[in-house]
């Protein structure tokens, strides 16, 4: 299937702090990598609740009985956590990269790198795609989207570019969207202005920031007490919501205190610093050079 060996692999399950008997979510499921880890330091009686919207992941499950597939978005979890009569579990781990598997699918139109329709739904099952957004939203919109998810300066002039385009022919392909936006690509080093761009149209595609938002949201209310929170984020707008929301125990980062001064948060960071990847690792793994693990306890509070 030409799923990528996961980033941090083994910083994170250590993280998790498996106890043979628990029980456990991986809200990414993806080609299993890190679900297999799980399962190794998992005894029989152990249990792992893994999710993927990506329909392609569920053809990666292992033939286990401790394991049970949700081909679902994680924005999901407490409802099917419920669905399976699970009340709290040990350990939610997500890693919040697109999989290789995704970027090597030139039909699924996740990289500019080959010619493909425009289409970046992680889940083929929704409905609006990236192409039917770029024809379809107003300026405004589109100078939203480059603005906060690509964090390009000159997301106005993007955004007018593509209005002027659209109003001869239709932006359908990865192409198209070059030449539409040829003017701004630097000669010097392209490939990193073009990955905002589309990083910017796939997180509004799959609502990436909302589905994350609801998901932690829902976190501290299915661990059980010392239970762990681990995630991988990729990008500074995701990795910002996930430090704000383990030091605060909201998306905001705005910490409250109690009559006494002490923080109100359901959370114990495990690592002050976030963890990234070894140099070793970059090397063997070029795609997780922009790795960052942050880890949390649930408390008592």
Known sequence: MGYHKPALLHESIDGLFIKPKGSYVDLTFGGGGHSLEVLKKLGKNGRLVVFDQDQDASANVPDDKRITFVGANFRYLKHFLRYHAIDKVDGIMADLGISSHQIDQAERGF?????????????????????????????????????????????????????????????????????????????????KFLARVYQALRIEVNREMESLGEMLMQTAGCLKEEGRLVVITYHSIEDRMVKNFMRSGNLEGKIEKDFYGNVQTPWKLVNRNVITPSEEEIVENNRARSAKLRIAERTGS
Do not use: W
Request: charged content about 30%.
């Open 111 to 191: 990289s500019f790198k080959s010619e493909a329709m425009l289409d970046m739904r992680m889940d083929v099952r929704m409905q609006r795609s990236a192409s039917q957004l770029l024809n379809d939203l107003p300026r405004e919109e589109l100078v939203r989207i480059f603005k906060a998810y690509g964090e390009l300066g000159n997301a106005g002039a993007l955004a007018s570019a593509i209005v002027n385009v659209r109003q001869e022919r239709r932006i359908d392909t990865t192409g198209d969207l070059e030449r539409a936006l040829n003017q701004f690509i630097p000669k010097h080093k392209p490939s």
